[in-house]
Structures are given as C-alpha cells and as structure tokens.
C-alpha cells in the first residue's frame, strides 16, 4: 500500500473523499464547498456522526469529489483512540468491499488529542483492517478475489510528526500482518525449519545476526525438554537465536522469546476434537517475536533485542514422550511430565535457560499461548500476564492501553508454586486444573533465575473466531503492536 500526504484545497478533485464527521457538530467541515456539498445529506438526517457510522453519497457537482464518505466519531467528547480507529476500520471494509482501492481521508482535528496520536489511530484503523489469508482459495470469479487498497492519501495541515507517525503505523501494520499470516498459514508448510528460515530472510534482508541450532546442537546444548516435546514428531526441532542491535553504543538489551509450538496435538494427553483443530496456532508466541524484530528493524528502532525461538511439533508415536516420563533441563532440573499436552512450559523453559546464561539480557518478555485457562480468565480480549518485577509491568499496562492490545496481571504466589512439587524429580509440569495460566507461569519462573521477566500468555488474543474491528478472524498478530510500543517507552 502506498500512502500520500495532502492538504485539503487539494483534495476536492479527488474521486473518493473520507470525511470525518462529529456528532452535533456540522461546524467540523470548514472548506465551503465541501460544507455546501454534505448539506443535503445533513438536513435529511441520513448522517448523524454515531460512532462508526458510514454515510455515503454522491455530491452531484463540479469542484469536490465525486464520492463523499461520511465516518460518524461519535460525541466529540467521547472521540479516543480506539473508537477512531474502529471508526476507520469500518471505512476501510467499505471500502474493500466496493473495490474502491484508492481515497482520499481527512484527519479529523480534535483539540484535545494531540495530531500525532490521532491521525495514527486512523492510519492504523485502516492499515490493520485491509487483510485477507487468501492464498489458498482459488476464486470463482477475478471479481471475487479480495484487493487490497492501493494507495490512501491523508489529508489536512499534517505536521512533519504526523506524516511520521503514519509511516511508522504502516510499517508497524505490515509486521502484524506477517505474523498473522504465519499463524494462519498451514502446519504443514508452517514448521520448526519453516520458522528458522523465516529468522534467517529477516536477517539476510536487514543485516543482522541469526543462528539456528538444529537437533545434534540442540542436544548438545542439554536442551532435554525441547528434546522430550519433539520425540513423537517427524520433524526435527529448531532454536531460533536472531538478534538486532538497533543501539550498537549501548549494552542494554531485550530478549523477546517465542514459543514455537507449530502443532500442538496435545501429545498421549491427545487434544480432543473441538480443542485440535486450530493448534497450528501454538507458534503465535514466535510469530510475534519475528513480526516484533522485523518491525523494529524496518523502524530503525534504537534498541537492541535478542528473539529466542523453540520450535517443534507436539505429536504422538511409538517415540513420543509420555506421561510419567521424567526429563532433565538444560538447567540441570528434572521434570516430571504429568500431562504431554503442558509442553508449552517444557520448551520454553530450557529457551529461557539459553536466554539467562547465554544472552544474559537486561529482561525477558516472552509471548506464549500457553494455557487455555486463560481464554477461560479473560476471552479473546486481554493476555494475562505474570512477572517478577512489577516495575516493568507498569509499563507494560500502559503499552496495552496505548495500543488496545491489552495486559492484565496475575500474581505468583508460594502456594501456587507449591503446586508443582513431584515426588520423583526436582518439579512437575503440571499443577492441576485451578489456576491453570498461574501454576504454568510459576512453571517458566524457576528457569528465569534473576532477570527482569514479564510472561504474557496470548492463548486467548491470538485467534478469533469471529473478526473485531480491525482484527480479522484466526490469527490476530496480536502482540506485535503491544511489544513495539513497550520498546519505545522503556
Ligand atoms: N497450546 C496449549 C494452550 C492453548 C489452548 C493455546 C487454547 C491456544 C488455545 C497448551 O500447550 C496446552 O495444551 N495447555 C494445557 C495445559 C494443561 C495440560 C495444564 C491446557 O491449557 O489445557
Ligand atoms: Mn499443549
Ligand atoms: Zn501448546
């Protein structure tokens, strides 16, 4: 997609013109020929601002456009960021859907939002709604193929700031749309060394470092529990290391870690039908960690960042791990395998023994779709989240709240902890059914040892099943924004 900058004398010829449109306030369209064009549509009542409401018509004049869109904002003092970018949302499908690939917006000026953060809620309204996984489907007609918008054209008195703003978002919305299509596409295509080769195009594209170990190295470095999950697969397992150093001056660094579950078929605790058909979804964690590196290399972001990736599948057969088994870590801990479908917390924990003695970073995010529990906690709306440093968390909270994609905490406590004693090695991987996402994050805390860690479980935000907003239906990317917006405040 192609984006433009204009101010509004220039864009009265144009075909396709979005206007935004605040309830009870007619006073907002100041351009007079623009004022004369709606005023029919006005005095019928056909318009009258509601959020998300789109009015079109079509200005049978000379000198404006020859499309007039209509987007309601609601009551001026209730216009935010969120409803904007629903708003546009709401545009840019209309748009799609009338295969109008090119138009014109003007960004609505509201005194009390500052010009940056709006026009970004309306780039990103439009930006994050323009998707389809349509690679497979072979359409009846040309006709029905979905097209993308070509080019959108913002207008109004935009700052230097503003035009940036946007730019970023595009980008920012582009590694959205690349993590979802990893989630979305087929596991069969979508597997361990699938993964690793998508680190090492990122890394060939941008100029950073990438290495991946593959099963001899893997067993090398005494990752047992990755190694424990990828017994009943066919496929050999991956550990993805890609690094970016956006601040070469600086030491500081941020390891991202994914979990890179690309079929969780729960293992000998087979999932049941219902519960398996979209666990192709169990590499979101790394889809977020990859969209995240992309992204902030693409942005030049001034940060460095270390992504940490275990990929496998989770699979059943005469060598598949098995409940009783016992494993040992790669920090020397033996776990006792209670349940072969926890195997989320198995390979991420040997991951974040790499990260901890190896990177030795100044914090770990991880991002994993790791319980179901936590769908059932917060639906598909909110990633829980479980850290050993509340500071940081704080940040984290306002991120969410800055992008919509929003976390909420869940405290580890020692009776939680205690959950995962077994009686035949060092811990279980299992604490039972009642606080199912806590018990699994207490899991993940013994390997963090004392680095600064923040867990979100995204089992929940991950996949939709039906489409909000700007969020299509399967996998969401959800994350990718969150994770950029947390780097550029910490
Ligand atoms: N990958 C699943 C969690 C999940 C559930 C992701 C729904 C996306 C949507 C994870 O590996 C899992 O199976 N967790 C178990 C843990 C249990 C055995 C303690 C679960 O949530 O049931
Ligand atoms: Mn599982
Ligand atoms: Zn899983």
Sequence with gaps: MQVKFTKLEQALKVETLVLPFIEGEKELITEERLKEAVKPALA????????????????????????IF?????????????????AYAAIAKKLVSMKIDTASVVV????????????????????????????????EKEEDKYQPLKSITF???????????????LIIADAV??????????????????????????????GLKCTVFNKKEIEKLGMGLL???????????????????????????????????????????????????????DMSGAAVTLGVIKGAARLKLKKNLVGVIPATENMIGSRAYKPGDIYKSMSGRTVEIGSTDAEGRLIMADALTYTVRTIKPDRIVDFATLTGAILITFGDL????????????????????????????????????????SD???????GGRPAGSITAAAFLEKFVEKTPWLHLDIAGVSWLKKERHYIPKNGTGTGVRLMVEFLKMI
């Excluded at 789109?54 to 000379?62: G, Q, R, S």
């Excluded at 979990?259 to 999932?271: A, Q, V």
């Excluded at 984290?396 to 020692?414: F, M, N, Q, S």
């Design 44 to 67: 019928l009542k056909d318009a009258k601002g509601k959020k998300g409401e789109v009015t079109l018509f079509y200005p049978a004049k000379e000198d404006v456009p020859k499309r």
């Design 155 to 169: 207008v109004g008195n935009l700052s230097k700031g503003v035009k940036e703003t946007v730019r970023e978002k």
């Design 382 to 421: 909110v990633s829980g989240v479980m850290t050993n440093e509340e500071r940081l968390y704080e940040k984290l909270y306002e991120a969410g709240e800055a992008t919509y994609e929003r976390v909420w905490r869940l405290p580890i406590y020692d009776e939680y902890r205690e959950l995962l004693k």
């Design 177 to 206: 749309k690349y993590a979802r299509d990893l989630q979305n596409d087929t596991a069969d295509l979508v597997c361990p060394e699938y993964l690793a080769q998508q680190a090492k195009a990122i890394a060939k594209e941008h």
């Design 70 to 86: 209509l987007v309601g904002l609601g009551k001026k003092e209730e216009v935010a960021m969120e409803p904007v970018r629903q």
């Design 227 to 281: 190694l424990a999950v990828n017994r009943g697969s066919s496929l050999e397992p991956r550990f993805i290391v890609l690094e970016y150093k956006g601040n070469p001056r600086s030491k500081d660094k941020t390891a991202i870690l994914g979990k890179g579950l690309t079929f969780d078929s729960g293992g000998y605790n087979l999932k049941p039908t219902k519960f398996i058909e979209t666990m192709r979804e």
């Design 424 to 430: 035949i090695a060092d811990i279980k991987n299992l």
């Design 108 to 139: 609505p000026e509201i005194e009390r939002l500052r010009p940056a953060d709006i026009s970004g809620a309306v780039a990103e309204g439009i930006f994050l709604s323009d998707y389809s996984f349509n690679k497979y489907v072979s359409p």
